[in-house]
T-cell receptor, first 115, second 119 residues
Framework: AQKITQTQPGMFVQEKEAVTLDCTYD???????LFWYKQPSSGEMIFLIY??????QNATEGRYSLNFQKARKSANLVISASQLGDSAMYFC????????????FGQGTRLTINP | DAGITQSPRHKVTETGTPVTLRCHQT?????MYWYRQDPGHGLRLIHY???????DKGEVSDGYSVSRSKTEDFLLTLESATSSQTSVYFC??????????????????FGQGTRLTVV
C-alpha cells in the first residue's frame, strides 16, 4: 500500500545552517513521483520540488535539493543556508504514476529557524 | 498556477445539515483530489478523481461523497455534517509536464482551502 512517513514532528535550526527533512515512502508501483511542499502560517501550499522515480539525478531548485535514495525508499529534502522565512510546515507527498494516480501526504515536519 | 478555485472559502454550518464544497479548475486536468487538514494529522486524502465520473475513496472517506460530472468541477459533499468534520479542506490537481519543450516533471496545484466549522 502507498504510504509516506515523516518521522520528525518538529525541527529547530540556526539561521544559515543546512537542514535535512526526512521522508520515507512505500509503494509497489515501479513508477512514481515524490513532492515536497511548504505551508507557511498563512496556510497556502507552496510547491518546492519534484523527483520522478526514474530520474537519474537528484532534483534541485535553488536552495532546495532532494536526496533521493531509491533502494532505501527515502526522499529527504535538504535546505541549504536556511533563512528565517523558511520557518513553516513541510510536507512530503507521493503519487503513483499508474492507475488512478492517488496522491498521498506525510504528516509533516514543523521547521523553526532561529536567528 | 492551474486556475483552481474553491468555494466557499469559509462556512459555518449546523450539525446534521448537508454541505457541498466546490473545486473548480480551468485547465481540464484529469486528476483531482480532496483533502482535509487537521492539527497533528497533515493532509489526509478524502476522495480523488481520475476522470469524469471516475472517483475513488481515500483514507478518510466516511461521511463524505463526491461527484465529478464534468472535468472542471469536483464536488465534495458532507451528507450530514458532524463536529468531527470541522476542518480545513483543500482541493488539488496533479499535472505531468511532458513534451512541448518543458523539462519532464510534475506538480500538484492546490486551491486556497475552505475553512469549515460545524457547530
Amino acid at each position: 500500500a502507498q504510504k509516506i512517513t515523516q518521522t520528525q514532528p518538529g525541527m529547530f535550526v540556526q539561521e544559515k545552517e543546512a537542514v535535512t527533512l526526512d521522508c520515507t515512502y512505500d509503494t509497489s508501483d515501479p513508477s512514481y513521483g515524490l513532492f515536497w511542499y511548504k505551508q507557511p502560517s498563512s496556510g497556502e501550499m507552496i510547491f518546492l520540488i519534484y523527483q520522478g522515480s526514474y530520474d537519474q539525478q537528484n532534483a534541485t531548485e535553488g536552495r532546495y535539493s532532494l536526496n533521493f535514495q531509491k533502494a532505501r525508499k527515502s526522499a529527504n529534502l535538504v535546505i541549504s543556508a536556511s533563512q528565517l522565512g523558511d520557518s513553516a510546515m513541510y510536507f512530503c507527498a507521493m503519487r503513483e504514476d499508474q492507475g488512478a494516480q492517488k496522491l498521498v501526504f506525510g504528516q509533516g515536519t514543523r521547521l523553526t529557524i532561529n536567528p | 498556477d492551474a486556475g483552481i478555485t474553491q468555494s466557499p472559502r469559509h462556512k459555518v454550518t449546523e450539525t446534521g445539515t448537508p454541505v457541498t464544497l466546490r473545486c473548480h479548475q480551468t485547465e481540464n486536468h484529469r486528476y483531482m483530489y480532496w483533502y482535509r487538514q487537521d492539527p497533528g494529522h497533515g493532509l489526509r486524502l478524502i476522495h480523488y478523481s481520475y476522470g469524469v465520473k471516475d472517483t475513488d475513496k481515500g483514507e478518510v472517506s466516511d461521511g463524505y461523497s463526491v461527484s465529478r460530472s464534468k472535468t472542471e468541477d469536483f464536488l465534495l459533499t458532507l451528507e450530514s455534517a458532524t463536529s468531527s468534520q470541522t476542518s480545513v479542506y483543500f482541493c488539488a490537481i496533479s499535472v505531468h509536464f511532458v513534451g512541448h519543450g518543458l523539462a519532464p516533471g510534475a506538480e500538484a496545484f492546490f486551491g486556497q482551502g475552505t475553512r469549515l466549522t460545524v457547530v
